[in-house]
């Protein structure tokens, strides 16, 4: 080879090795990332998120990419945002939290895989086959909010033994809402307990419930889960402490926050569990092969400070079995 077509050959050869790189770059796996709440309101679950995605080799911005949509709460827009995950090709699509983002994403694709985190029966939603073997495209964490709604009315029992009649406010715009009002309604009726029921699909309209209370002589306020409700959680909170009324809700943020009680799943182990599972369907494994996880750690926490406020005086029982009391 003569030297002049030799260092040709050398440059070609230099040239190529930056595009070569751009090309090893370009083939980082994305996760859509698709959930019905907002930002400010999930920075502890996208923080726990990727943790779990660590825990198996995984670290955003170095070797996998996140395209994050947020709804905001209003969950019309869930579907139009899978479609644009999907049109994205992504490599993985992770719904946390709401049953909504997880079937908005089902029915955007039969072939790009998805993790879901929803607290109903995936099976009965349609999500999965069975949770031993999901058998499609889906797999993920079932964090049991339907199954809690009676064990959180049974500890509002303990709490107020006295009450007659209980508010539970759910969003009529949620696809759980009528299994949230059957459950809470049996679980009212096996404490004793009447039941009134509030809606609310946006600010306005719970300022609307909280101004019924008064005609609906509630003793106390049950609100329903979902992650409209947890980004309002302050709206929420603030009402119930202005009109005087004790309130359970379904996550420990709200207690922090200033609610009275909660009951639920540990979200920050539930949400490691997604991200783990996350990273195994990045490795290779199918989701139809991954058996839908489980929820098995639950915390009650009481803030002590808003039950003084109310001027209630909690059962020492109750206290004892709290998982944290804030003071």
């Given at each position: 080879?003569?030297?002049?077509?030799?260092?040709?050959?050398?440059?070609?050869?230099?040239?190529?090795?930056?595009?070569?790189?751009?090309?090893?770059q370009s083939v980082m796996p994305v996760i859509g990332y698709l959930d019905a709440a907002s930002?400010?309101?999930?920075?502890?679950?996208?923080?726990?998120?990727?943790?779990?995605?660590?825990?198996?080799?995984?670290?955003?911005?170095?070797?996998?990419?996140?395209?994050?949509?947020?709804?905001?709460?209003?969950?019309?827009?869930?579907?139009?945002?899978?479609?644009?995950?999907?049109?994205?090709?992504?490599?993985?699509?992770?719904?946390?939290?709401?049953?909504?983002?997880?079937?908005?994403?089902?029915?955007?694709?039969?072939?790009?895989?998805?993790?879901?985190?929803?607290?109903?029966?995936?099976?009965?939603?349609?999500?999965?086959?069975?949770?031993?073997?999901?058998?499609?495209?889906?797999?993920?964490?079932?964090?049991?909010?339907?199954?809690?709604?009676?064990?959180?009315?049974?500890?509002?029992?303990?709490?107020?033994?006295?009450?007659?009649?209980?508010?539970?406010?759910?969003?009529?715009?949620?696809?759980?809402?009528?299994?949230?009002?059957?459950?809470?309604?049996?679980?009212?009726?096996?404490?004793?307990?009447?039941?009134?029921?509030?809606?609310?699909?946006?600010?306005?309209?719970?300022?609307?419930?909280?101004?019924?209370?008064?005609?609906?002589?509630?003793?106390?306020?049950?609100?329903?889960?979902?992650?409209?409700?947890?980004?309002?959680?302050?709206?929420?909170?603030?009402?119930?402490?202005?009109?005087?009324?004790?309130?359970?809700?379904?996550?420990?943020?709200?207690?922090?926050?200033?609610?009275?009680?909660?009951?639920?799943?540990?979200?920050?182990?539930?949400?490691?569990?997604?991200?783990?599972?996350?990273?195994?369907?990045?490795?290779?494994?199918?989701?139809?092969?991954?058996?839908?996880?489980?929820?098995?750690?639950?915390?009650?926490?009481?803030?002590?400070?808003?039950?003084?406020?109310?001027?209630?005086?909690?059962?020492?029982?109750?206290?004892?079995?709290?998982?944290?009391?804030?003071?």
């Amino acid at each position: 080879m003569k030297r002049r077509e030799f260092i040709t050959l050398l440059a070609g050869a230099a040239a190529a090795w930056p595009l070569a790189a751009r090309a090893q770059q370009s083939v980082m796996p994305v996760i859509g990332y698709l959930d019905a709440a907002s930002a400010s309101d999930r920075t502890y679950i996208v923080a726990a998120f990727r943790q779990g995605l660590a825990d198996t080799g995984y670290v955003e911005g170095q070797n996998v990419a996140i395209e994050y949509r947020w709804a905001e709460g209003d969950y019309g827009r869930l579907s139009q945002m899978a479609a644009e995950l999907v049109r994205q090709q992504v490599s993985l699509i992770v719904t946390p939290g709401a049953a909504a983002g997880a079937l908005a994403a089902k029915n955007a694709t039969t072939a790009i895989p998805i993790v879901f985190a929803v607290g109903q029966d995936p099976v009965k939603l349609g999500l999965v086959e069975s949770l031993a073997r999901p058998g499609g495209n889906a797999t993920g964490v079932n964090f049991f909010t339907n199954e809690l709604v009676a064990k959180r009315m049974g500890l509002l029992r303990e709490l107020l033994p006295a009450a007659a009649r209980v508010a539970v406010l759910v969003n009529p715009s949620d696809i759980i809402s009528d299994r949230i009002v059957g459950d809470a309604r049996a679980a009212a009726n096996a404490a004793g307990l009447e039941l009134a029921l509030l809606n609310a699909s946006t600010p306005r309209e719970i300022e609307a419930a909280f101004a019924t209370l008064a005609q609906e002589r509630a003793d106390a306020l049950f609100v329903g889960p979902g992650a409209f409700f947890n980004a309002r959680r302050i709206q929420l909170v603030v009402l119930a402490a202005h009109h005087r009324i004790p309130s359970t809700y379904s996550v420990r943020a709200y207690a922090e926050a200033g609610g009275l009680m909660t009951y639920g799943t540990n979200q920050a182990d539930m949400f490691r569990q997604l991200g783990s599972y996350a990273g195994r369907v990045l490795k290779g494994a199918k989701p139809a092969d991954l058996p839908v996880v489980q929820s098995t750690k639950f915390e009650l926490v009481i803030n002590l400070n808003t039950a003084r406020a109310l001027r209630l005086d909690v059962p020492p029982a109750l206290l004892a079995r709290a998982d944290e009391v804030i003071e």
